[in-house]
């Protein structure tokens, strides 16, 4: 019984883990990408007078 208690245990730390893990990846992708689209799009503003339609 004390196995199955400690097999539990560890799975629940592993998926804590792993969900941690993966929410800083997400964070620092997110925070990536709006840096990106911000810079980008301040570019395209700076040359919008180059730009013709």
């Keep these: 019984m004390n196995s199955d208690n400690e097999q539990i245990y560890n799975s ?3 998926s804590a883990v792993l969900n941690i893990i993966i929410g800083v990846i997400l964070i620092v992708f997110g925070v990536t ?3 990106l ?3 980008s799009g301040g570019k ?3 040359n919008k007078s ?3 339609f």
Excluded: T
């Design 12 to 14: 629940m730390k592993f």
């Design 33 to 35: 990408a709006g840096v």
């Design 37 to 39: 689209m911000l810079v």
């Design 44 to 46: 395209l503003i700076n």
């Design 50 to 52: 180059k730009i013709l």
